[in-house]
């Protein structure tokens, strides 16, 4: 396939309005609204428990800052929230502050000048040495030395598991490599009502070809399989092939053998027996706790391993920062509002709303939070799961190589139109022409 073939000419075309268009001057000084007060706008997550948490936040801001008053507003939907803020910068509408910002985006955001860089403050280094670890601190520097957003949440991917549906099966202890999760998904995949179809699967994933859904099957199993690694070292292409190959070949297996369905499912299946097994992320706990039945008794484990892996259990961690827009007209009083939703009394409503962990260090030790835990059993796996996490790789072209991950997945995982080596190895060049083309 020639290099057109893996371009995304919707993204690039944005990218070029957004380029062209600018996006306000960095430099920018804090104004007035005209009586008093200045107001600020900002972009929380639309999903039910992060804007409930958002909105207590803002009102308890609100109330202690009569000078700086703060608009909420849930980020529009889309089909993603890196395309909404696209297009929000494009038309010159994005708002003061937003903690929904996916890492893998914002080199393309400062490329156009959209973001402001918080290490200009005179308190950033404080700010974030106490609170964030340091790895994590030299992870989200862009490369022109500066840092643009605050590491704010990660959601480490685990399985969520129907716990009687696996004892239904004889199997009560959640199986720990591949060939233990086939083992069990040949015990549990089955037709229930005699009518020759099955009915009753192990799990599903979402198998259309889009760039995001790859978050929650390959990547997490080859951040996995592959003991930590991204797909990047320090900005060259590293992908671990013999990790590669037993995540296609994983996947491959699954969908094979009927494990998991080739078509979609209708609902929650999870939540309705459909289903014993689900990749997901903390913020699934509330959803449950919410919606589930009182007969569904669950849990959640580390994700699968190859069976020759030893060491530690990596996952993907699915981090989400917080920015200042560059077309603040607030920059300091945007500060102020970070650093107070950046706060241990925030990182407690953050665990306590919306069921997702902060990044802070030492957090099950804290014994701010060890109350909570204590009371939050299946909280506190992911918070232990969250000091091995992994993100993405902060490099330009992510979304494309992304695109190209998905493509490969579902020839080669879902329909096995090709052998799990090959389609390693296709997709890597796919890699390597959209960073060959793109630069």
């Known amino acids: 396939m ?11 075309m944005a990218f070029l309005l957004l380029a062209l268009a600018g996006c306000g001057d960095p430099s920018n000084p804090a104004g007035d609204s005209g009586n008093g007060v200045t107001t600020l706008t900002y972009w929380s997550a639309p ?18 800052n009569p000078h700086i008053q703060v608009k909420l507003q849930a980020l529009p939907a889309g089909q993603s929230s890196e395309e909404v803020l696209l297009s929000a910068m494009v038309a010159g509408t994005t708002p003061d502050v937003c903690s929904n910002i996916w890492p893998g985006v914002t080199n393309d955001f400062i490329r156009a000048k959209g973001l402001y860089a918080l290490d200009r403050f005179g308190d950033f280094e404080q700010v ?14 862009s490369a022109d030395g500066h840092i643009y957003q605050i590491p704010w949440k990660t959601n480490p991917i685990m399985v969520q598991y129907n716990v009687t549906m696996f004892e239904d099966a004889g199997i009560y202890e959640f199986p720990r490599t591949y060939s233990a999760f086939l083992e069990a998904a040949a015990k549990i995949t089955r037709d229930n009502d005699g009518d020759g179809r099955m009915d009753q699967w192990m799990g599903f994933r979402d198998i259309r070809p889009i760039w995001w859904q790859r978050y929650y099957d390959y990547y ?50 999870f939540l309705y027996d459909v289903i014993a097994t689900e990749f997901t992320g903390p913020w699934n706990i509330a959803y449950l706790e919410n919606n589930a039945p009182a007969s569904l008794r669950y849990d959640f484990a580390p994700v699968p391993v190859p069976d020759d892996y030893e060491g530690d259990i990596y996952s993907y961690g699915d981090h989400k920062n917080i920015v200042i827009f560059s077309t603040t007209k607030h920059p300091e009083e945007s500060w102020e509002f970070v650093k107070y939703l950046t706060t241990r009394e925030a ?32 909280l506190a796996r992911f918070a232990e799961q969250a ?52 630069h």
């Open 220 to 269: 997490t199993s080859y951040i996995t399989a592959s003991g930590g690694k991204t797909f990047f070292d320090k900005g060259e292409l590293a992908i671990d092939r013999k990790a590669s190959d037993q995540v296609f070949s994983f996947y491959q297996s699954l969908y094979d053998n009927g494990y998991f369905p080739r078509s979609s499912l209708q609902g929650n299946a």
């Open 2 to 12: 020639g290099k057109t073939g893996y371009r995304n000419p919707v993204y690039c």
């Open 128 to 141: 974030m040495t106490e609170r964030v670890p340091e790895d994590i601190i030299e992870s989200v520097r």
């Open 47 to 64: 999903n039910p428990q992060e804007y409930a948490m958002a909105q207590d936040l803002v009102a308890e801001w609100n109330r202690d």
């Open 347 to 378: 990182d407690y409503k953050l665990l306590n709303f919306a069921r997702q962990i902060p990044v802070r260090k030492n957090l099950l030790e804290d014994p701010e939070f060890e109350a909570f835990f204590r009371d939050n059993p299946m």
């Open 387 to 438: 000091a091995y996490t992994r993100g993405v790789d902060s490099i330009r072209d992510l979304k494309e190589i992304l695109d190209a991950v998905a493509r490969y997945y579902e020839k080669s995982s879902v329909y096995g139109a090709i052998p799990p080596g090959q389609a390693t190895e296709e997709m890597i060049e796919a890699i390597r022409v959209i960073r060959e083309w793109n």
